[in-house]
Protein backbone atom coordinates (compact mmCIF):
# COMPACT_ATOMS: atom_id res chain seq x y z
CA UNK A 1 0.00 0.00 0.00
CA UNK A 2 1.53 3.24 -0.62
CA UNK A 3 2.37 6.33 2.10
CA UNK A 4 0.77 7.26 4.99
CA UNK A 5 -0.67 11.23 3.89
CA UNK A 6 0.45 13.49 6.32
CA UNK A 7 -2.08 15.75 8.52
CA UNK A 8 -2.78 19.34 7.17
CA UNK A 9 -1.48 21.11 9.62
CA UNK A 10 1.58 22.07 8.06
CA UNK A 11 2.55 25.56 7.25
CA UNK A 12 2.37 25.67 3.54
CA UNK A 13 0.65 28.91 2.98
CA UNK A 14 2.56 29.36 -0.30
CA UNK A 15 0.62 26.97 -1.81
CA UNK A 16 -2.76 28.42 -0.70
CA UNK A 17 -2.75 31.05 -3.60
CA UNK A 18 -2.57 27.79 -6.40
CA UNK A 19 -5.81 25.78 -5.58
CA UNK A 20 -7.12 24.63 -7.33
CA UNK A 21 -3.81 22.98 -8.60
CA UNK A 22 -4.79 22.94 -12.75
CA UNK A 23 -1.66 24.29 -14.09
CA UNK A 24 2.06 23.15 -12.44
CA UNK A 25 3.43 25.60 -10.67
CA UNK A 26 7.05 26.36 -9.09
CA UNK A 27 7.78 27.89 -5.46
CA UNK A 28 11.64 28.76 -4.44
CA UNK A 29 12.25 29.81 -0.70
CA UNK A 30 14.91 32.42 0.00
CA UNK A 31 18.18 32.35 -0.08
CA UNK A 32 19.71 31.06 3.35
CA UNK A 33 21.20 34.28 4.87
CA UNK A 34 25.11 32.28 5.98
CA UNK A 35 24.93 32.49 1.51
CA UNK A 36 24.26 36.40 1.73
CA UNK A 37 27.16 39.01 1.72
CA UNK A 38 25.66 41.76 4.29
CA UNK A 39 27.97 44.39 3.54
CA UNK A 40 26.83 43.91 0.14
CA UNK A 41 23.23 45.66 -0.54
CA UNK A 42 22.94 46.34 -4.05
CA UNK A 43 23.87 42.67 -5.96
CA UNK A 44 24.01 39.22 -4.50
CA UNK A 45 27.04 37.31 -4.61
CA UNK A 46 26.78 34.16 -2.37
CA UNK A 47 29.75 34.23 0.36
CA UNK A 48 29.99 29.89 -0.36
CA UNK A 49 29.36 27.65 -3.14
CA UNK A 50 26.43 25.22 -2.29
CA UNK A 51 25.39 21.31 -2.47
CA UNK A 52 22.23 20.71 -3.70
CA UNK A 53 19.70 17.51 -3.53
CA UNK A 54 16.60 16.20 -6.11
CA UNK A 55 14.17 14.37 -5.11
CA UNK A 56 10.09 13.73 -5.95
CA UNK A 57 7.07 12.58 -4.35
CA UNK A 58 4.05 11.28 -6.09
CA UNK A 59 5.78 9.50 -9.21
CA UNK A 60 3.30 6.18 -8.93
CA UNK A 61 0.03 7.12 -8.13
CA UNK A 62 -3.05 7.66 -10.04
CA UNK A 63 -4.18 10.89 -8.72
CA UNK A 64 -2.68 13.90 -7.16
CA UNK A 65 0.00 15.57 -9.10
CA UNK A 66 3.80 14.91 -8.65
CA UNK A 67 6.16 17.15 -6.56
CA UNK A 68 9.84 17.29 -7.04
CA UNK A 69 11.63 19.31 -4.89
CA UNK A 70 16.11 20.31 -4.09
CA UNK A 71 17.11 21.43 -0.82
CA UNK A 72 20.57 22.84 -0.72
CA UNK A 73 23.00 23.90 2.25
CA UNK A 74 26.53 25.41 2.26
CA UNK A 75 29.13 23.09 1.82
CA UNK A 76 30.40 23.55 5.41
CA UNK A 77 27.41 22.64 6.76
CA UNK A 78 26.78 19.03 5.45
CA UNK A 79 27.11 17.19 8.46
CA UNK A 80 25.05 19.30 10.60
CA UNK A 81 21.78 18.40 7.71
CA UNK A 82 22.51 14.73 8.72
CA UNK A 83 22.03 15.49 12.52
CA UNK A 84 18.81 16.89 11.97
CA UNK A 85 17.59 13.06 11.37
CA UNK A 86 16.41 13.72 8.25
CA UNK A 87 16.02 10.49 5.87
CA UNK A 88 14.39 8.98 3.05
CA UNK A 89 10.51 10.49 3.12
CA UNK A 90 8.86 6.99 2.56
CA UNK A 91 10.21 4.91 5.58
CA UNK A 92 8.95 7.87 7.89
CA UNK A 93 6.14 8.22 9.92
CA UNK A 94 3.62 11.01 8.45
CA UNK A 95 4.35 12.78 12.09
CA UNK A 96 8.10 12.97 11.66
CA UNK A 97 8.06 13.97 8.08
CA UNK A 98 5.84 16.56 9.09
CA UNK A 99 8.31 17.59 11.99
CA UNK A 100 11.39 17.52 10.28
CA UNK A 101 9.41 19.82 7.38
CA UNK A 102 9.34 22.31 10.38
CA UNK A 103 13.07 22.09 11.13
CA UNK A 104 13.96 22.78 7.57
CA UNK A 105 12.00 25.34 7.72
CA UNK A 106 13.24 27.08 10.70
CA UNK A 107 16.74 26.89 10.03
CA UNK A 108 16.35 28.83 7.02
CA UNK A 109 19.63 30.99 7.48
CA UNK A 110 21.21 27.74 5.89
CA UNK A 111 19.13 25.74 4.41
CA UNK A 112 17.04 26.64 1.66
CA UNK A 113 14.82 24.72 -0.94
CA UNK A 114 12.77 24.77 -3.51
CA UNK A 115 9.20 22.72 -5.47
CA UNK A 116 7.91 22.34 -8.66
CA UNK A 117 4.20 20.58 -8.67
CA UNK A 118 3.39 18.98 -11.80
CA UNK A 119 0.04 18.92 -11.98
CA UNK A 120 -2.49 15.42 -12.73
CA UNK A 121 -3.92 17.72 -16.01
CA UNK A 122 -0.61 18.57 -17.25
CA UNK A 123 0.86 14.96 -16.36
CA UNK A 124 -2.12 13.37 -18.79
CA UNK A 125 -1.35 16.16 -21.67
CA UNK A 126 2.73 15.02 -21.73
CA UNK A 127 1.84 11.47 -21.45
CA UNK A 128 -1.05 11.37 -23.97
CA UNK A 129 1.34 13.63 -26.68
CA UNK A 130 1.16 12.11 -30.15
CA UNK A 131 4.98 12.40 -30.16
CA UNK A 132 6.22 9.75 -27.23
CA UNK A 133 6.57 12.03 -23.72
CA UNK A 134 7.49 9.52 -21.18
CA UNK A 135 6.79 9.75 -16.80
CA UNK A 136 10.84 9.84 -17.22
CA UNK A 137 10.95 12.56 -20.03
CA UNK A 138 8.63 14.84 -17.97
CA UNK A 139 11.01 13.73 -14.46
CA UNK A 140 14.42 15.10 -16.14
CA UNK A 141 12.55 17.75 -17.85
CA UNK A 142 11.55 19.18 -14.35
CA UNK A 143 14.41 18.36 -12.55
CA UNK A 144 16.80 19.95 -15.42
CA UNK A 145 14.45 23.18 -15.02
CA UNK A 146 14.62 23.43 -11.09
CA UNK A 147 18.68 23.29 -11.54
CA UNK A 148 17.92 26.16 -13.83
CA UNK A 149 16.00 28.05 -11.81
CA UNK A 150 18.86 27.88 -8.61
CA UNK A 151 21.16 29.48 -10.83
CA UNK A 152 18.91 32.13 -11.85
CA UNK A 153 19.15 32.88 -8.39
CA UNK A 154 22.78 33.07 -9.02
CA UNK A 155 23.54 30.53 -6.20
CA UNK A 156 27.40 28.79 -6.99
CA UNK A 157 26.56 25.13 -6.96
CA UNK A 158 29.55 22.90 -6.28
CA UNK A 159 27.73 19.35 -6.04
CA UNK A 160 24.46 18.09 -7.01
CA UNK A 161 23.21 14.26 -5.69
CA UNK A 162 20.01 13.69 -7.66
CA UNK A 163 18.30 10.06 -6.83
CA UNK A 164 18.00 8.08 -10.06
CA UNK A 165 14.93 8.20 -13.21
CA UNK A 166 16.15 5.39 -15.20
CA UNK A 167 19.56 4.09 -15.66
CA UNK A 168 21.71 6.42 -13.15
CA UNK A 169 25.02 6.44 -15.50
CA UNK A 170 23.28 7.75 -18.66
CA UNK A 171 21.21 10.23 -16.08
CA UNK A 172 24.26 11.58 -14.79
CA UNK A 173 26.11 12.07 -18.58
CA UNK A 174 23.01 13.96 -19.92
CA UNK A 175 23.24 15.97 -16.83
CA UNK A 176 26.73 16.42 -16.88
CA UNK A 177 26.46 17.34 -20.47
CA UNK A 178 23.96 20.56 -19.75
CA UNK A 179 25.68 21.67 -16.46
CA UNK A 180 29.30 21.41 -16.71
CA UNK A 181 31.76 22.46 -14.33
CA UNK A 182 29.36 21.05 -11.58
CA UNK A 183 29.63 17.45 -9.73
CA UNK A 184 26.71 15.67 -10.26
CA UNK A 185 26.03 12.17 -8.70
CA UNK A 186 22.96 10.24 -10.09
CA UNK A 187 22.35 7.47 -7.70
CA UNK A 188 19.57 5.27 -6.33
CA UNK A 189 18.32 4.91 -3.06
CA UNK A 190 20.04 8.36 -2.86
CA UNK A 191 17.74 9.38 -0.77
CA UNK A 192 18.59 7.45 1.75
CA UNK A 193 22.31 7.33 0.76
CA UNK A 194 22.69 11.36 0.44
CA UNK A 195 21.13 13.79 3.62
CA UNK A 196 20.41 16.72 1.25
CA UNK A 197 18.74 14.67 -1.05
CA UNK A 198 16.50 13.46 2.16
CA UNK A 199 15.59 16.60 3.05
CA UNK A 200 14.47 17.18 -0.75
CA UNK A 201 12.62 14.18 -0.52
CA UNK A 202 11.03 14.93 2.68
CA UNK A 203 10.49 18.28 0.82
CA UNK A 204 8.48 17.03 -2.00
CA UNK A 205 6.34 14.65 -0.07
CA UNK A 206 5.06 16.76 2.68
CA UNK A 207 4.08 19.11 -0.42
CA UNK A 208 1.99 16.83 -1.87
CA UNK A 209 0.45 15.76 0.87
CA UNK A 210 -0.79 19.20 1.88
CA UNK A 211 -2.14 19.76 -1.58
CA UNK A 212 -3.81 16.21 -1.60
CA UNK A 213 -5.18 17.65 1.93
CA UNK A 214 -6.80 20.92 0.97
CA UNK A 215 -7.67 19.58 -2.24
CA UNK A 216 -10.27 21.76 -4.01
CA UNK A 217 -12.34 20.33 -7.44
CA UNK A 218 -12.28 22.56 -10.08
CA UNK A 219 -15.11 21.20 -11.58
CA UNK A 220 -18.33 23.17 -10.36
CA UNK A 221 -20.31 21.43 -7.99
CA UNK A 222 -18.13 17.55 -7.96
CA UNK A 223 -17.01 18.97 -4.71
CA UNK A 224 -19.70 18.98 -2.52
CA UNK A 225 -20.90 15.33 -3.94
CA UNK A 226 -17.46 13.59 -3.68
CA UNK A 227 -15.45 13.15 -1.06
CA UNK A 228 -11.74 13.13 -0.58
CA UNK A 229 -11.35 9.60 0.81
CA UNK A 230 -9.26 8.65 -1.50
CA UNK A 231 -6.29 7.23 0.05
CA UNK A 232 -2.62 7.75 -0.84
CA UNK A 233 -3.78 7.77 -4.67
CA UNK A 234 -1.60 4.88 -5.20
CA UNK A 235 -3.26 2.11 -7.75
CA UNK A 236 -2.45 -0.74 -4.56
CA UNK A 237 -4.07 1.17 -2.18
CA UNK A 238 -7.72 -0.33 -1.57
CA UNK A 239 -9.41 2.90 -0.21
CA UNK A 240 -7.71 4.40 -3.55
CA UNK A 241 -9.38 1.72 -6.02
CA UNK A 242 -12.59 1.52 -4.16
CA UNK A 243 -12.67 6.03 -4.20
CA UNK A 244 -12.48 5.42 -8.14
CA UNK A 245 -14.73 2.79 -8.67
CA UNK A 246 -17.28 4.65 -6.33
CA UNK A 247 -16.78 8.04 -8.01
CA UNK A 248 -16.28 7.35 -11.52
CA UNK A 249 -19.26 9.12 -13.94
CA UNK A 250 -20.30 7.03 -16.87
CA UNK A 251 -20.54 10.04 -19.36
CA UNK A 252 -17.38 12.46 -17.82
CA UNK A 253 -14.96 9.74 -16.50
CA UNK A 254 -13.16 11.28 -13.36
CA UNK A 255 -12.49 14.91 -12.41
CA UNK A 256 -9.01 16.82 -13.09
CA UNK A 257 -7.33 15.04 -9.71
CA UNK A 258 -6.79 12.02 -11.37
CA UNK A 259 -4.57 11.05 -14.14
CA UNK A 260 -5.89 9.93 -17.11
CA UNK A 261 -2.91 8.13 -18.69
CA UNK A 262 -2.36 5.88 -16.29
CA UNK A 263 -3.91 2.64 -17.18
CA UNK A 264 -5.43 1.70 -14.08
CA UNK A 265 -7.93 4.63 -15.08
CA UNK A 266 -7.91 3.50 -19.15
CA UNK A 267 -9.26 0.15 -17.51
CA UNK A 268 -11.83 1.86 -15.79
CA UNK A 269 -13.38 3.86 -17.60
CA UNK A 270 -13.46 0.76 -20.35
CA UNK A 271 -15.47 -1.11 -17.52
CA UNK A 272 -17.80 1.60 -16.08
CA UNK A 273 -18.16 4.75 -18.46
CA UNK A 274 -20.38 4.63 -21.72
CA UNK A 275 -18.02 4.41 -25.30
CA UNK A 276 -17.93 7.38 -27.20
CA UNK A 277 -16.96 7.32 -31.15
CA UNK A 278 -15.85 10.15 -32.46
CA UNK A 279 -16.53 11.14 -35.76
CA UNK A 280 -12.47 11.14 -36.83
CA UNK A 281 -12.09 8.07 -35.49
CA UNK A 282 -14.89 6.89 -37.63
CA UNK A 283 -13.15 8.84 -40.93
CA UNK A 284 -9.64 7.38 -39.98
CA UNK A 285 -11.16 3.88 -39.67
CA UNK A 286 -12.81 3.29 -43.33
CA UNK A 287 -9.51 5.05 -45.56
CA UNK A 288 -7.69 2.81 -47.54
CA UNK A 289 -4.20 2.22 -46.14
CA UNK A 290 -2.68 1.87 -49.22
CA UNK A 291 -3.18 5.70 -50.32
CA UNK A 292 -0.24 6.34 -47.80
CA UNK A 293 2.25 4.11 -50.28
CA UNK A 294 1.14 6.01 -53.42
CA UNK A 295 4.22 8.04 -54.85
CA UNK A 296 3.45 11.31 -55.72
CA UNK A 297 1.23 12.70 -58.55
CA UNK A 298 -0.18 8.82 -58.60
CA UNK A 299 -3.57 9.70 -57.78
CA UNK A 300 -3.82 12.85 -60.40
CA UNK A 301 -2.21 9.95 -63.14
CA UNK A 302 -4.74 7.79 -61.82
CA UNK A 303 -7.66 10.74 -62.42
CA UNK A 304 -6.36 12.05 -65.60
CA UNK A 305 -6.14 8.47 -66.97
CA UNK A 306 -9.73 7.40 -65.85
CA UNK A 307 -11.35 11.26 -67.54
CA UNK A 308 -9.61 9.94 -70.84
CA UNK A 309 -10.95 6.70 -70.99
CA UNK A 310 -14.81 8.07 -70.21
CA UNK A 311 -14.56 10.31 -73.33
CA UNK A 312 -12.97 7.76 -75.15
CA UNK A 313 -16.12 5.64 -74.13
CA UNK A 314 -18.43 8.45 -74.58
CA UNK A 315 -16.95 8.45 -78.71
CA UNK A 316 -16.98 4.53 -79.69
CA UNK A 317 -21.09 4.85 -78.13
CA UNK A 318 -21.54 7.78 -80.31
CA UNK A 319 -19.90 6.91 -83.36
CA UNK A 320 -19.56 3.48 -82.98
CA UNK A 321 -16.36 3.39 -84.13
CA UNK A 322 -14.56 0.50 -83.35
CA UNK A 323 -12.58 -1.39 -86.02
CA UNK A 324 -14.31 0.34 -88.74
CA UNK A 325 -12.99 3.41 -90.79
CA UNK A 326 -14.35 7.01 -90.81
CA UNK A 327 -15.78 7.36 -94.88
CA UNK A 328 -15.89 11.17 -94.33
CA UNK A 329 -14.02 13.30 -92.14
CA UNK A 330 -15.12 13.29 -88.89
CA UNK A 331 -15.63 16.16 -85.84
CA UNK A 332 -13.56 14.02 -83.87
CA UNK A 333 -10.62 12.94 -85.92
CA UNK A 334 -7.70 14.96 -85.34
CA UNK A 335 -5.01 15.17 -88.09
CA UNK A 336 -0.84 15.27 -87.86
CA UNK A 337 -1.18 18.94 -89.27
CA UNK A 338 -3.46 20.02 -85.65
CA UNK A 339 -1.04 18.25 -83.85
CA UNK A 340 2.36 19.74 -85.13
CA UNK A 341 1.12 22.66 -87.34
CA UNK A 342 3.92 22.14 -89.71
CA UNK A 343 2.90 18.90 -91.63
CA UNK A 344 0.40 19.35 -94.63
CA UNK A 345 -0.51 15.66 -94.35
CA UNK A 346 -3.86 14.21 -92.43
CA UNK A 347 -2.79 11.23 -91.03
CA UNK A 348 -3.97 9.99 -87.96
CA UNK A 349 -0.11 8.95 -86.66
CA UNK A 350 0.32 9.37 -82.93
CA UNK A 351 3.59 10.84 -82.20
CA UNK A 352 5.04 8.35 -79.44
CA UNK A 353 6.27 9.66 -76.27
CA UNK A 354 9.36 8.88 -74.34
CA UNK A 355 9.32 5.17 -73.27
CA UNK A 356 6.42 4.18 -75.06
CA UNK A 357 6.41 1.50 -77.83
CA UNK A 358 5.46 2.97 -80.79
CA UNK A 359 2.58 2.29 -83.17
CA UNK A 360 3.48 1.50 -87.38
CA UNK A 361 1.75 5.07 -89.47
CA UNK A 362 -1.62 4.32 -91.02
CA UNK A 363 -3.55 6.48 -93.76
CA UNK A 364 -6.38 5.46 -91.87
CA UNK A 365 -7.82 8.67 -90.52
CA UNK A 366 -8.51 6.70 -87.05
CA UNK A 367 -9.17 8.75 -83.72
CA UNK A 368 -5.33 9.25 -81.98
CA UNK A 369 -7.07 8.91 -78.51
CA UNK A 370 -8.59 5.55 -79.13
CA UNK A 371 -4.77 4.22 -80.68
CA UNK A 372 -3.50 5.48 -78.09
CA UNK A 373 -5.94 3.68 -75.46
CA UNK A 374 -5.71 0.57 -77.76
CA UNK A 375 -1.95 0.24 -77.24
CA UNK A 376 -1.94 0.88 -73.70
CA UNK A 377 -4.27 -1.64 -73.46
CA UNK A 378 -1.38 -3.81 -75.26
CA UNK A 379 1.45 -2.50 -73.55
CA UNK A 380 0.31 -3.41 -70.06
CA UNK A 381 -0.83 -6.99 -71.21
Known amino acids: MGEEL ?3 SVDLGHITEHLPVIQSFSHYSEIPSLLIDSSQTSDFNPLESVCLGVDEAG ?5 GPMVYAYSYIPMSRKNDLKNLG ?6 LKASERENLFKSILNNKDWIGWAFHVCSPR ?4 CMLRRSKFSLNDL ?4 TINLIKGALNQRLTISEIYIDTVGPPLKYQEKLQGIFPGIKITVAKKADSLYPVVSAASICAKVTRDAILNQWQFCEKGVGEIINRDFGSGYPSDPNTTSWLKKNCDNIFGFPQLIRFSWSTTEKLLEKLAIPVKWPSDVEKSTQDIRIFFQKTGTSQKKRTTSTASCSVSKRLRSSNMIDQEEDGDSEDAISEEEIDGNSSRSTSVIKPRP ?3 TCI ?6 DPIIADLKLQHVTSL
Not at 139 to 142: K, Q
Not at 361 to 366: A, G, I, W, Y
Request: aromatic share 0%; no cysteine; charged share 30%.
Open 361 to 366: PSTEKR
Open 86 to 91: VDDSKI
Open 59 to 63: RGPVL
Open 122 to 125: DISE
Open 6 to 8: SSP
Open 139 to 142: AHET
Open 355 to 357: GQV
